[in-house]
T-cell receptor, first 113, second 114 residues
Framework: AQSVAQPEDQVNVAEGNPLTVKCTYSVSGNPYLFWYVQYPNRGLQFLLKYITGDNLVKGSYGFEAEFNKSQTSFHLKKPSALVSDSALYFCAVRTNSNYQLIWGAGTKLIIKP | DVKVTQSSRYLVKRTGEKVFLECVQDMDHENMFWYRQDPGLGLRLIYFSYDVKMKEKGDIPEGYSVSREKKERFSLILESASTNQTSMYLC?????????????FGDGTRLSIL
């Protein structure tokens, strides 16, 4: 079965420190990978995607993610966290044969001043 | 910028009522989606549509129906609302064709069924 795992329900990081939000996936075929962010009482906003090419992709608000095919992972990273990065982060995956996204359960990121 | 507008941010209805949730997008997107979001469960797809008058069941279609009479509008209908349908409902849209296009979301409707 195809699935996405976000192993941490919550990640706590001090402001200014690097942050990582983890995502692993299991799909058949080549994956299209996405990260979205959700601020309180809002819908999801697209951050970045990996389709093909360079394994390191850069997105909005200084975030980047690294695609690792052998580990089937797509971790979200940022070199220096801001308090305003505190939000709920979702990883999602799709293959080229399906409109549907398979979603992770989400990781709550808390950045402390 | 793509704008996806959901008609209500908060809605309170009673058990057994027929409930309509409306979603409109302004970017001529072919694909539209309805999800429900519950804590710890992420997003679960209820229905999606890839063209006018076309619809496909998602993972949890039971108790719901949809309507897409115009390209820009996708309605979710709770035929007879029940308390277990209390949730956050999110509408999204995306371009058709290549499946690598991101989905764009509305701000959600928080629905309470009493």
């Amino acid at each position: 079965a195809q699935s996405v795992a976000q192993p941490e329900d919550q990640v706590n990081v001090a402001e200014g420190n690097p942050l990582t939000v983890k995502c692993t996936y299991s799909v058949s075929g080549n994956p299209y990978l996405f990260w979205y962010v959700q601020y309180p009482n809002r819908g999801l906003q697209f951050l970045l995607k990996y389709i093909t090419g360079d394994n390191l992709v850069k997105g909005s608000y200084g975030f980047e993610a690294e695609f690792n095919k052998s580990q089937t992972s797509f971790h979200l990273k940022k070199p220096s966290a801001l308090v305003s990065d505190s939000a709920l982060y979702f990883c999602a995956v799709r293959t080229n044969s399906n409109y549907q996204l398979i979603w992770g359960a989400g990781t709550k990121l808390i950045i402390k001043p | 910028d793509v704008k996806v507008t959901q008609s209500s941010r908060y809605l309170v209805k009673r058990t057994g009522e027929k409930v309509f949730l409306e979603c409109v997008q302004d970017m001529d997107h072919e694909n539209m989606f309805w999800y429900r979001q519950d804590p710890g469960l992420g997003l679960r797809l209820i229905y999606f549509s890839y063209d006018v008058k076309m619809k496909e069941k998602g993972d949890i279609p039971e108790g719901y129906s949809v309507s897409r009479e115009k390209k820009e509008r996708f309605s979710l209908i709770l035929e007879s609302a029940s308390t277990n349908q209390t949730s956050m409902y999110l509408c999204a849209s995306s371009l058709g064709g290549d499946s690598n296009q991101p989905q764009h979301f509305g701000d959600g409707t928080r629905l309470s069924i009493l």
